[in-house]
């Protein structure tokens, strides 16, 4: 089994700074893409950034500038700094990972999310 535990989040000031961990640990042969998404109440899921095992990234257009993700492949974690915050950022914010195990089985895991809060 794989769990995915996420870390950092918490309340801020508009144009103030969080930065996101997620750590992946269990039955690891490989993670392929890892990501984060957001939640904010009554709104769907929606993808913030993404990071392949090779270094790509990709970003959703409102936090372009603003929001960078990095990966540490030897601890298995995610980050996501979290710059110049705006209170629509606010949101549950839940890390993602495209994990292949050492049963060969390729799934993707999610972590419990952490809330983040900019307030205005």
């Known amino acids: 089994q794989v769990q995915l535990v996420e870390s950092g989040g918490g309340l801020v000031q508009a144009g103030g700074s969080l930065r996101l961990s997620c750590a992946a640990s269990g039955s690891i042969f490989r993670i392929n893409d890892m990501g984060w998404y957001r939640q904010a109440p009554g709104k769907q899921r929606n993808l913030v950034a993404v990071?392949?095992?090779?270094?790509?990234?990709y970003y959703a257009d409102s936090v372009k500038g603003r929001f960078t993700i990095s990966r540490n492949n030897a601890k298995n974690t995610v980050y996501l700094q979290m710059n110049s915050l705006k209170p629509e950022d606010t949101a549950v914010y839940y890390c993602?990972?495209?994990?292949?195990?050492?049963?060969?089985?390729?799934?993707?895991?999610w972590g419990q999310g952490t809330q983040v809060t900019v307030s205005s």
């Open positions: 993602d990972a495209d994990v292949e195990t050492y049963e060969r089985r390729i799934s993707k895991y």
């Open positions: 990071m392949t095992s090779g270094g790509s990234m």
